[in-house]
């Protein structure tokens, strides 16, 4: 079946515009975690959604940041008024509960010019 | 606050030479998963583990968890250019929920 898709796969944007970032993960994964990775870095927490619960935000580096999931299906993050330190790539993941394997989408890579 | 660290952060060997990273926390962990990510890609799940002193192996790849269960390593026996990536262990938050931790990730480069 399809892997984890996100959208679009590069995007240069202008400081202080908004930008949005989707993620579609695989069909039946409850869980979804977005990832921001600057170059040469791990992998910083951002959110994570786990069926209908409260999302744990604690990962977001600022109110600029959000993000929404309808369901257990795609999810949006969006940056307003983009700085040039959001510049990295965004990587979104899901897995089918709980421990279970993650699977991760190619990301997307922002530049903030 | 739980943390996975990971060393060395970075390696760099000759093709044919062994290595060893680890992944290490003061907090126990009813499993750690290791993934590797390559460039311009998302990480790729190599191994979980979870019994406490458990060994699997994977080709040239040998995983172990610490017996206290709050440490892991990753044995590469003739390193391969092929390896080159960046290792990352994670594991199964103490919290309530679920989350996954990740640790900063080795980076290898293996030297043809």
């Known amino acids: 079946g399809a892997g984890v898709s996100q959208s679009p796969s590069n995007k240069v944007t202008e400081k202080g515009k908004d930008v949005e970032l989707r993620c579609d993960p695989i069909s039946g994964h409850t869980a979804l975690y977005w990832y921001r990775q600057r170059l040469g870095q791990g992998l910083e927490f951002l959110i994570y959604?786990?069926?209908?619960?409260?999302?744990?935000k604690s990962g977001l580096p600022s109110d600029r940041f959000s993000a929404e999931r309808t369901g257990e299906s795609v999810s949006t993050l969006t940056i307003q008024r983009t700085q040039q330190e959001d510049s990295a790539v965004y990587l979104c993941?899901?897995?089918?509960?709980?421990?279970?394997?993650?699977?991760f989408g190619p990301g997307t890579r922002l530049t903030v010019l | 606050t739980q943390l996975l660290e990971q060393s060395p952060q970075f390696l760099s060997i000759q093709e044919g030479e062994n290595l060893t990273v680890y992944c290490n926390s003061s907090?126990?962990?009813?499993?750690l998963q290791w993934y590797r990510q390559e460039p311009g890609e998302g990480p790729v799940l190599l191994v979980t583990v979870v019994t406490g002193g458990e060994v699997k192996k994977l080709k040239r790849l040998t995983f172990q968890f610490g017996d206290a269960r709050k440490d892991s390593s990753l044995h590469i026996t003739a390193a391969q250019p092929g390896d080159t990536g960046l290792y990352l262990c994670a594991g199964p938050s103490l919290n309530r929920d679920d989350k996954i931790i990740f640790g900063k990730g080795t980076r290898l480069h293996i030297l043809p």
């Open positions: 959604f786990q069926g209908n619960s409260a999302p744990d």
């Open positions: 907090s126990v962990f009813s499993s």
């Open positions: 993941a899901s897995s089918f509960y709980r421990y279970n394997e993650q699977f």
